[in-house]
């Protein structure tokens, strides 16, 4: 049993008073109006009860309300407050605590945890135990306060963070921290036990954090199979603690003295058997186990576990499964029970807040906006936070949703609590948000301006040209860079994110930017991980797309089946200055955003009708094509690695808009030669757009007769759009962009270039008139893109092979096969980088120089390294890393695992 490890301090040691910042908003009104006094009721843990449930019965609400006070924190709020003997807790996102006074809404104390500036993100809401509040940081430190006075009666060094809320259940507290140690503590914080996955399951015996250690147990790179981690809540029922630990629900019995393996609950084989991520865990009044979690490409669902002895049954939520080829989205967060009934919220536009009765297939849905949050279950009312920074409490019975808009827009993202019939509201603005009957206050003025960076980039190679600013690298697609990439690797930072993820990260201005495939665009130091802003946009569906960074704006294109649109963001604050129309699927292989040329925006896309599941073998991915009502070809929104041929009505286009205004420049449609548009890509090099496209493997001949051509490459004046010479010779063959370096140009894919051959080629042109230099030596397949480096010339089959190719003549110098799946490469010579952080070492016969830990169960996506750091963001599970290589690393101590942190 690992022994919890413990520093006392002494009284008042780590108390601050007050900041002018935390200082009262507004002075609350209830009183005045006649409604029950502030305090009277508790909610002293996350999500009402040790289950996570959600369900207050007990609680109402009478709408409308208004704002009683908004009381400002340091820092994002991303947790859930608790309630006690008229007195309110919020931790933010710098991980300060607010003692707050419900009657008054003054601060009473507030107190700084340990871990400066890398303290930030911190996700673990409070728990009131007795005369306690505990919780956990993502600094690595747990705290049991008294609740009284904020002083500090016990500090627990855990040496990795904490993203788990602490639950308490009769006289204990258990955590677990996000390498998977579970603790039980008593209420003052005396250690009972611990109990550690990593050891007991999967029987490592190193640093869980180092990839060196990772390195020589596993003698090879790690795979799901490795995965550790608890990213989110674990959850008590009785004496069985619940935890979702590397894609296993672990079931523990707490022994008194010890924890006692029960069993682990197994999600069956559903679009792949490796262990998913759980995005939330809930438990009913029975002991079920209620787990949403993710496999791949929005393939999901809330399965339903339940103990029999010591083997976990496995069942499932009926109306919850998502898939790549099924309508609906995934849920995020964990779900709220009242007996039989399951309620859900979701990233998607109409499916806000939905109720899952047993054995109806359909939800019913009860209002509210695009939530990432758990809703809370009242005696009449259900309460969410939006996306959009507005409160909803939707009748339960159905019926329109009331609303409240906080005062900045900005996301809310964790559960609100409910006392007295006030809503206490934690919001990504900064304020603690408090709504009650008669509130007549103003809404907050103040900008707490947490857009603004507070660590700037601290590495050598801080200066905007080692920035990896778009999708593939650089506006030449070359997706490779050379910054003196070496081991070793520590981690720097980890976070949470919500969502799920198809492309690599890209940074600039000293920040990373991330978009979800579900509608969410955010932004986070480079240095620690720190949210800075998050915005949310509806209808988009399954966009995996990728946004640029270019003087102090990001453009991104937001795809989705009603709409589409590209988005010009301000980078520092994520304010949206112009959108503008697109069409088409991005599907899988047009991950990249615009080019800018200049004064111009300039972006590739289709056209078409578009469905979840498409009309002909040719345009699904997986399961039967579904035939339109009208017979139209409808092609799947995102469609088969297989395409011999496109539907008629796909155009291919290129168009140009005004970079400060969105206004259109020129727009190109080369649907004269073809089906298709929306396998290609854009590259410009030397001045000079470079557009390539495929119309399939063996396209319908057009409908005046002759041989239809399988593509087009095409070099275009990026001013004018005009053609500067095409060729149908040579060009991309889908799941890939062209790439281009020293006048030359590269092109590969998913597909055999024509009908009369099975092999797949990388193709080399040249820049100048697009003629073939040479043609590589047969390949299983070229995706996503060919890396082209100073020295390097690489490219993979999804599935199998890695490539090195020869630069003069395309054949094949080396190659390796460590066993990936459809992963997205990135070259920073000489190493290509793979999921879960591995580096291959092309220098060194493709040697695995490093690899782990196990961050994610899914191998879509690899790292990337901007400014002299590694960044990845893993696909399925959630979590997003920075690492130090090479001499920062050598002697670097995470900041979880310094004890002297302050």
Same mark, same amino acid.
């Given at each position: 049993?690992?022994?919890?490890?413990?520093?006392?301090?002494?009284?008042?040691?780590?108390?601050?008073?007050?900041?002018?910042?935390?200082?009262?908003?507004?002075?609350?009104?209830?009183?005045?109006?006649?409604?029950?006094?502030?305090?009277?009721?508790?909610?002293?843990?996350?999500?009402?009860?040790?289950?996570?449930s959600?369900?207050?019965?007990?609680?109402?609400?009478?709408?409308?309300?208004?704002?009683?006070?908004?009381?400002?924190?340091?820092?994002?709020?991303?947790?859930?407050?608790?309630?006690?003997d008229?007195?309110?807790?919020?931790?933010?996102a710098?991980?300060?605590?607010?003692?707050?006074?419900?009657?008054?809404?003054?601060?009473?104390?507030?107190?700084?945890?340990?871990?400066?500036?890398?303290?930030?993100?911190?996700?673990?809401?409070?728990?009131?135990?007795?005369?306690?509040?505990?919780?956990?940081?993502?600094?690595?430190?747990?705290?049991?306060?008294?609740?009284?006075?904020?002083?500090?009666?016990?500090?627990?060094?855990?040496?990795?963070?904490?993203?788990?809320?602490?639950?308490v259940?009769?006289?204990?507290?258990?955590?677990?921290?996000?390498?998977?140690?579970?603790?039980?503590?008593?209420?003052?914080?005396?250690?009972?036990?611990?109990?550690?996955?990593?050891?007991?399951?999967?029987?490592?015996?190193?640093?869980?954090?180092?990839?060196?250690?990772?390195?020589?147990?596993?003698?090879?790179?790690?795979?799901?199979?490795?995965?550790?981690?608890?990213?989110?809540?674990?959850?008590?029922?009785?004496?069985?603690?619940?935890?979702?630990?590397?894609?296993?629900?672990?079931?523990?019995?707490?022994?008194?003295?010890?924890?006692?393996l029960?069993?682990?609950?197994?999600?069956?084989?559903?679009?792949?058997?490796?262990?998913?991520?759980?995005?939330?865990?809930?438990?009913?009044?029975?002991?079920?186990?209620?787990?949403?979690?993710?496999?791949?490409?929005?393939?999901?669902?809330?399965?339903?576990?339940?103990?029999?002895?010591?083997?976990?049954?496995?069942?499932?939520?009926?109306?919850?499964?998502?898939?790549?080829?099924?309508?609906?989205?995934?849920?995020?967060?964990?779900?709220?029970?009242?007996?039989?009934?399951?309620?859900?919220?979701?990233?998607?536009?109409?499916?806000?807040?939905?109720?899952?009765?047993?054995?109806?297939?359909?939800?019913?849905?009860?209002?509210?906006?695009?939530?990432?949050?758990?809703?809370?279950?009242?005696?009449?009312?259900?309460?969410?936070?939006g996306?959009?920074?507005?409160?909803?409490?939707?009748?339960?019975?159905?019926?329109?949703?009331?609303?409240?808009?906080?005062?900045?827009?900005?996301?809310?993202?964790?559960?609100?609590?409910?006392?007295?019939?006030?809503?206490?509201?934690?919001?990504?603005?900064?304020?603690?948000?408090?709504?009650?009957?008669?509130?007549?206050?103003?809404?907050?003025?103040?900008?707490?301006?947490?857009?603004?960076?507070?660590?700037?980039?601290?590495?050598?190679?801080?200066?905007?040209?080692y920035?990896?600013?778009?999708?593939?690298?650089?506006?030449?697609?070359?997706?490779?860079?050379?910054?003196?990439?070496?081991?070793?690797?520590?981690?720097?930072?980890?976070?949470?994110y919500?969502?799920?993820?198809?492309?690599?990260?890209?940074?600039?201005?000293?920040?990373?930017?991330?978009?979800?495939?579900?509608?969410?665009?955010?932004?986070?130091?480079?240095?620690?991980?720190?949210?800075?802003?998050?915005?949310?946009?509806?209808?988009?569906?399954?966009?995996f797309?990728?946004?640029?960074?270019?003087?102090?704006?990001?453009?991104?294109?937001?795809?989705?089946?009603?709409?589409s649109?590209?988005?010009?963001?301000? @980078?520092? #604050? %994520?304010?949206?200055?112009?959108?503008?129309p697109?069409? +088409?699927?991005?599907? =899988? /292989?047009?991950? &990249?955003?615009?080019?800018?040329?200049?004064?111009?925006?300039?972006?590739?896309?289709?056209?078409?009708?578009?469905?979840?599941?498409?009309?002909?073998?040719?345009?699904?991915?997986?399961?039967?094509?579904?035939?339109?009502?009208?017979?139209?070809?409808?092609?799947?929104?995102?469609y088969?690695?297989?395409?011999?041929?496109?539907?008629?009505?796909?155009?291919?286009?290129?168009?140009?808009?005004?970079?400060?205004?969105?206004?259109?420049?020129?727009?190109?449609?080369?649907?004269?030669?073809?089906?298709?548009?929306?396998?290609c890509?854009?590259?410009?090099?030397?001045?000079?757009?470079?557009?390539?496209?495929?119309?399939?493997?063996?396209?319908?001949?057009?409908?005046?007769?002759?041989? @239809?051509? #399988? %593509?087009?490459?095409?070099?275009?004046?990026?001013?004018? +759009?005009?053609?500067? =010479? /095409?060729?149908? &010779?040579?060009?991309?063959?889908?799941?890939?962009?062209?790439?281009?370096?020293?006048?030359?140009?590269?092109?590969?894919?998913?597909?055999?270039p024509?009908?009369?051959?099975?092999?797949r080629?990388?193709?080399?042109?040249?820049a100048?008139?697009?003629?073939?230099?040479?043609?590589s030596?047969?390949?299983?397949?070229?995706v996503?893109?060919?890396?082209?480096?100073?020295?390097?010339l690489?490219?993979?089959?999804?599935?199998?092979?890695?490539?090195?190719?020869?630069?003069?003549?395309?054949?094949?110098?080396?190659?390796?096969?460590?066993?990936?799946?459809?992963?997205?490469?990135?070259?920073?010579?000489?190493?290509?980088?793979?999921?879960?952080m591995?580096?291959?070492?092309?220098?060194?016969?493709?040697?695995?120089?490093?690899?782990?830990?196990?961050?994610?169960?899914?191998?879509?996506?690899?790292?990337?390294?901007?400014?002299?750091?590694?960044?990845?963001?893993?696909?399925?599970?959630?979590?997003?890393?920075?690492?130090?290589?090479?001499?920062?690393?050598?002697?670097?101590?995470?900041?979880?695992?310094?004890?002297?942190?302050?």
């Amino acid at each position: 049993m690992t022994v919890v490890r413990v520093h006392r301090l002494h009284r008042g040691q780590a108390m601050s008073k007050p900041s002018p910042i935390c200082c009262l908003v507004a002075l609350s009104l209830t009183m005045a109006w006649g409604s029950p006094a502030a305090g009277t009721e508790a909610w002293e843990q996350f999500k009402y009860d040790s289950r996570h449930s959600g369900n207050a019965p007990d609680r109402s609400v009478s709408v409308p309300l208004g704002l009683i006070g908004a009381v400002p924190a340091t820092d994002a709020i991303l947790t859930s407050p608790v309630a006690a003997d008229g007195r309110v807790f919020v931790v933010d996102a710098s991980g300060v605590v607010l003692c707050i006074d419900a009657a008054s809404l003054g601060v009473v104390w507030r107190f700084q945890s340990r871990g400066g500036k890398a303290n930030c993100n911190n996700v673990s809401s409070p728990a009131v135990a007795g005369p306690y509040l505990h919780f956990g940081t993502m600094a690595g430190w747990y705290y049991v306060l008294d609740r009284a006075t904020g002083r500090v009666v016990r500090e627990v060094f855990c040496g990795e963070p904490i993203f788990s809320a602490p639950v308490v259940a009769g006289d204990r507290v258990y955590f677990v921290t996000l390498g998977s140690q579970v603790h039980a503590v008593q209420h003052d914080g005396a250690a009972c036990w611990t109990w550690d996955f990593v050891k007991e399951i999967l029987k490592f015996p190193g640093d869980r954090w180092n990839p060196a250690d990772w390195l020589a147990f596993k003698k090879g790179r790690v795979t799901w199979r490795d995965a550790f981690c608890t990213a989110t809540d674990l959850a008590v029922f009785e004496k069985t603690v619940v935890v979702p630990a590397g894609g296993r629900t672990v079931f523990l019995r707490d022994a008194g003295d010890r924890a006692e393996l029960r069993g682990l609950g197994i999600v069956p084989n559903n679009a792949g058997s490796e262990f998913p991520a759980s995005f939330g865990l809930s438990i009913g009044e029975d002991g079920a186990v209620y787990n949403q979690w993710h496999r791949r490409d929005n393939t999901g669902r809330v399965e339903i576990f339940r103990l029999r002895g010591d083997k976990a049954e496995a069942d499932h939520v009926p109306g919850t499964q998502t898939a790549i080829n099924l309508p609906g989205l995934l849920s995020f967060a964990s779900v709220s029970l009242r007996a039989a009934e399951v309620f859900r919220c979701r990233p998607e536009a109409g499916f806000g807040l939905c109720k899952h009765l047993p054995g109806n297939k359909e939800p019913v849905r009860l209002g509210g906006y695009p939530s990432i949050a758990s809703p809370i279950l009242l005696r009449d009312h259900a309460v969410l936070g939006g996306l959009d920074g507005s409160v909803y409490v939707a009748p339960l019975s159905g019926g329109a949703a009331w609303s409240f808009k906080t005062a900045f827009g900005k996301p809310i993202s964790a559960p609100v609590a409910v006392c007295d019939g006030r809503i206490y509201v934690p919001c990504e603005d900064g304020y603690l948000y408090v709504l009650g009957p008669g509130g007549a206050a103003p809404l907050p003025a103040k900008d707490l301006e947490l857009w603004k960076i507070r660590a700037p980039l601290s590495s050598k190679l801080a200066d905007a040209r080692y920035d990896w600013a778009t999708n593939y690298g650089d506006l030449a697609n070359t997706n490779s860079n050379n910054q003196g990439l070496r081991a070793p690797l520590r981690m720097k930072w980890v976070r949470r994110y919500e969502g799920t993820f198809k492309h690599v990260p890209t940074c600039g201005g000293g920040r990373m930017y991330t978009h979800t495939a579900e509608g969410q665009i955010f932004a986070v130091e480079q240095e620690t991980g720190r949210l800075l802003w998050r915005r949310y946009f509806p209808e988009v569906y399954l966009s995996f797309t990728a946004p640029l960074y270019i003087n102090e704006r990001l453009l991104l294109p937001q795809a989705g089946l009603r709409q589409s649109r590209l988005r010009c963001l301000s @980078a520092a #604050t %994520g304010e949206l200055l112009w959108e503008v129309p697109f069409s +088409g699927s991005p599907s =899988w /292989s047009r991950q &990249a955003p615009p080019v800018v040329y200049k004064n111009l925006a300039i972006y590739a896309f289709g056209s078409g009708r578009y469905a979840p599941q498409g009309t002909e073998k040719a345009f699904v991915m997986s399961g039967q094509p579904e035939p339109s009502p009208d017979g139209a070809e409808i092609m799947s929104w995102i469609y088969t690695h297989d395409n011999p041929y496109y539907p008629r009505d796909n155009k291919p286009l290129v168009r140009a808009w005004d970079a400060a205004t969105g206004q259109e420049a020129w727009s190109r449609d080369f649907s004269d030669l073809g089906s298709g548009g929306n396998d290609c890509g854009l590259c410009l090099l030397d001045g000079t757009l470079y557009y390539s496209t495929f119309f399939g493997y063996a396209p319908r001949p057009p409908r005046g007769g002759g041989e @239809a051509p #399988t %593509g087009v490459t095409v070099a275009l004046d990026p001013l004018t +759009g005009k053609t500067l =010479w /095409s060729t149908t &010779a040579c060009s991309v063959t889908a799941g890939c962009t062209i790439s281009g370096r020293d006048g030359r140009l590269y092109v590969g894919g998913y597909n055999r270039p024509h009908a009369r051959t099975n092999d797949r080629y990388v193709r080399c042109l040249d820049a100048r008139d697009g003629r073939l230099i040479w043609q590589s030596e047969p390949l299983a397949s070229a995706v996503n893109v060919v890396s082209v480096g100073e020295k390097y010339l690489f490219t993979n089959a999804s599935g199998r092979d890695g490539y090195v190719l020869d630069r003069q003549t395309g054949k094949i110098v080396s190659r390796f096969n460590y066993g990936y799946a459809c992963t997205r490469f990135t070259l920073s010579e000489p190493y290509v980088l793979g999921c879960n952080m591995d580096l291959i070492d092309l220098s060194d016969g493709n040697r695995l120089a490093a690899t782990g830990p196990a961050l994610d169960s899914r191998e879509c996506i690899g790292a990337v390294v901007s400014n002299g750091r590694l960044f990845y963001t893993a696909q399925a599970s959630g979590l997003q890393v920075s690492q130090v290589y090479g001499e920062e690393a050598e002697g670097f101590t995470p900041p979880w695992q310094m004890r002297d942190a302050r």
